[in-house]
């Protein structure tokens, strides 16, 4: 089992900045990635970026350039830095971890609670 529990959303103007953080705890050894996805009002839920265990990052297009993902292994915590927020990143915000048994080779993903962004114009 993994817990994963988030923190930083909150209400920002256009341009503005904010920086998410989720901190990971239970069998994070079994963790092969982290990510973040959103939620946005209307639309389906969507990736936003994700990194490896290795360290390897992939950032939505839509995104790419403005929002950067990065993970402190010390602190079992990924991190979700956005910049020139848009009125259109508004949304639900999910961390997820990609969790691995090594014994059978399944895969399962766990979720966050979510945080909401909101960015006004």
């Known amino acids: 089992q993994v817990q994963l529990v988030e923190s930083g959303g909150g209400l920002v103007q256009a341009g503005g900045s904010l920086r998410l953080s989720c901190a990971a705890s239970g069998s994070i050894f079994s963790i092969i990635a982290l990510g973040w996805y959103r939620h946005p009002p209307g639309k389906q839920r969507e990736v936003v970026a994700t990194?490896?265990?290795?360290?390897?990052?992939n950032t939505a297009d839509s995104v790419k350039g403005r929002f950067t993902i990065s993970r402190d292994n010390a602190k079992n915590t990924v991190y979700l830095q956005m910049n020139s927020l848009l009125p259109e990143d508004t949304a639900v915000y999910y961390c997820?971890?990609?969790?691995?048994?090594?014994?059978?080779?399944?895969?399962?993903?766990?979720w966050g609670q979510g945080t909401q962004v909101t960015v006004s114009s």
């Open positions: 990194i490896s265990s290795a360290g390897r990052t």
């Open positions: 997820n971890a990609r969790s691995k048994n090594t014994r059978w080779g399944t895969e399962y993903d766990y």
